[in-house]
């Protein structure tokens, strides 16, 4: 496996890990049980799984009223695609392998 397969298997694996959060958390929330924190929300989609929380939060209408994540997760995927694009035009290689 080349550092682009291992990388796109990273961002698939944690965007999985936050369309789950968004739904287990919805659950407890349904069910007054505990929840998972908000924080740990916001750091699933800031190590790579911004998609996946936004599409958990629009599938599980979860967290669509708190100004926060409705804000704050499309914010961390924009600074995410800019980032992406930035390294990919950089006239450095950064992954050759």
Not at 41 to 54: D, K, P, R
């Amino acid at each position: 496996m080349n550092a682009i397969s291992l990388i796109i298997i990273y961002f698939i694996i944690m965007n999985i890990c936050g369309f789950a959060l968004m739904g287990i958390d919805k659950r407890k929330a349904v069910k007054h049980l505990w929840r998972i924190p908000e924080s740990v929300l916001f750091i699933v989609a800031l190590i790579g799984g911004s998609i996946g929380c936004i599409l958990g939060m629009q599938l599980f209408r979860h967290k669509t009223r708190t100004w926060t994540f409705v804000y704050g997760m499309p914010a961390i995927l924009i600074v995410q695609v800019v980032i992406f694009l930035l390294v990919m035009n950089a006239p450095i290689q950064f992954l050759t392998i």
